[in-house]
């Protein structure tokens, strides 16, 4: 019997986007329960925390009842995976239990993963176990923490199974709050069948959701491409600000409205390391931490294709033309985003000439140097209130960084200003505690292996607050012993 909950669903895509998915029905599980329960989350949907929060809610998140007003879902979509098309995608794990209004009247998905097969599982059991789910509930509201656009985790739950993988695993249910799930995948997904039809509606749809500003410009669907590049720009530069390593840029894990989605491999660098790639699979650094942008770029282009025949319906060359121009911007707009942010985490009052100069001579100062990138910005906070001997101790060699230093420095004081004050301003903006590698592991061996969820409430405890200096949470500052080798990761299923 479905219940009764306050959730008052609106579900536009299964009313107006006929053609896109299909109706589907969650498997039943034995005995869920709710690991974590997301309230600030809740809240903020609108919807009564107590309420979901109790055997009923739990009863929802593990999709054993559905609340009156969804309309579970599968969305279709393809997708570029390492480079290679794959034509038949689709949530082959997930359901679309339909969208609600929240309290800043923005429409949110809301969306079980691991909730049963699905006539797109192609060779997938539908499933999801305890670590990946506890990951992505785990580093997704981190991102959030840090400011940083992602999907948000309202749950997680068991379900009381176990789940054939490379060992048995216990079974569990993620639900998934997202501003949509559209992706650049959905869009190939009608390209790749010459649908131009559907493009249309796709394109309106997320034009009226995500962009409502575009809906009466003559040129909208040029404008929407630009638009997706500006979220795209200013995402992959908050990420690499960070330090974060998706992993999986494949086009169909990447979104229109702009939000970080799909925590399989991710990690986060401790040295700074262009090259440095965490994914087992991704043997060709495809998708190293440094070649992100340039990623972002290549998928771009891939939405711009399934844009063509909208741009300019008579005359394709030119629209090819008018795309071609604007891709060609995104490596100039990324660095502009991306100096926006190295501007803040370095303090620096301009963005003329000299401050570009010290951006980039801060990274030839620490190439090669075993620089823990998270804990430099706080230690040139330090050195900013005049204490450098953090800072210089984070160096292989502290020569390479002095001379930088005296500049920044001089920088930093010119025209009088008050260097305390622009410490603390870095201080709001550089994070001491991040997703460190080791630790997610801990936490999620702890509750995979053993059902304890403490050590992952203690860290998402701590990944909430990811700024503010704790002296009892030391150990959640520090990197891997480096005696504890490369971090690799295993595409979550
Ligand atoms: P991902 O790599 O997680 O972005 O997923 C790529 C595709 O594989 C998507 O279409 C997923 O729905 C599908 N998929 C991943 N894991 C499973 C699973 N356990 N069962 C069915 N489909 C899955
Ligand atoms: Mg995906």
């Not at 949907?45 to 979901?52: H, S, T, V």
């Not at 190293?288 to 711009?304: K, T």
């Not at 008579?314 to 008018?322: E, V």
Request: aromatic residues 10%; charged residues 25%.
């Amino acid at each position: 019997m479905p219940f009764e909950t306050p959730i008052s669903f609106e579900n536009i895509y299964a009313l107006q986007m006929e053609g896109f998915y299909v109706p589907w029905e969650s498997a039943k599980v034995p005995s869920p329960r709710i690991i974590q329960f997301n309230e600030d989350l809740a809240k903020e949907l609108g919807l009564n925390e107590n309420d979901l929060n109790s055997e009923l809610g739990t009863e929802f998140f593990a999709g054993n009842e559905m609340p009156i007003g969804s309309s579970p879902l599968a969305q279709v979509y393809a997708g570029h995976q390492f480079g290679g098309f794959s034509p038949q995608l689709g949530d082959g794990r997930a359901l679309l239990v339909g969208e609600v209004i929240d309290q800043n009247n923005q429409r949110r998905d809301i969306q079980l993963k691991g909730s049963g097969p699905t006539p797109f599982s192609r060779r997938g059991d539908g499933k999801a176990v305890v670590a990946p789910v506890l990951r992505e509930y785990l580093i997704g509201e981190a991102m959030h923490a840090l400011g940083i656009p992602s999907t948000r985790a309202l749950a997680a739950v068991t379900t009381g199974e176990q789940i054939v993988r490379e060992e048995l695993e216990p079974g569990a249910i993620l639900t998934r709050v997202a501003s949509s799930h559209i992706r650049v995948g959905t869009f190939q997904f009608f390209a790749a069948r010459g649908d131009t039809e559907k493009i249309q509606k796709l394109a309106d749809y997320s034009i009226t959701r995500h962009y409502k500003e575009l809906e009466d410009y003559p040129e909208k669907y040029l404008e929407l491409l630009k638009a997706v590049m500006r979220k795209q720009a200013a995402l992959i530069s908050n990420w690499v600000a960070v330090g974060f390593v998706h992993g999986v840029m494949n086009t169909d894990n990447m979104t229109i409205s702009g939000e970080t989605i799909d925590y399989g491999p991710c990690a986060f660098i401790d040295d700074y390391n262009p090259q440095a790639v965490f994914s087992s699979i991704d043997e060709q650094a495809r998708y190293a931490f440094g070649n992100q942008p340039n990623i972002a770029q290549w998928n771009l282009a891939r939405f711009a294709e399934t844009l063509i025949p909208l741009i300019d319906p008579k005359d394709s060359d030119n629209a090819i033309k008018l795309a071609t121009d604007e891709l060609n911007q995104f490596p100039h707009l990324y660095q502009q985003y991306w100096l926006e942010e190295m501007q803040a985490k370095l303090g620096l009052l301009a963005l003329e000439d000299s401050e570009v100069d010290l951006i980039n001579g801060l990274y030839q100062a620490i190439e090669g140097q075993g620089v823990d990138y998270t804990k430099l910005f706080r230690r040139l906070a330090d050195a900013a209130r005049g204490d450098d001997e953090g800072l210089l101790g984070l160096f292989n060699d502290s020569s390479s960084i002095e001379t930088w230093l005296k500049n920044w420095l001089e920088q930093l004081s010119s025209n009088g200003n008050n260097l305390e004050k622009i410490a603390d301003k870095m201080d709001s903006v550089n994070p001491i505690y991040i997703p460190r590698n080791h630790l997610v592991e801990q936490a999620l061996q702890a509750a995979s292996k053993h059902a304890d969820y403490e050590p992952f409430k203690k860290f998402l405890s701590v990944l909430m607050h990811p700024y503010e200096k704790h002296d009892d949470l030391q150990a959640y500052e520090e990197p891997a012993s480096k005696e504890s080798g490369p971090y690799v990761t295993f595409c979550g299923t």
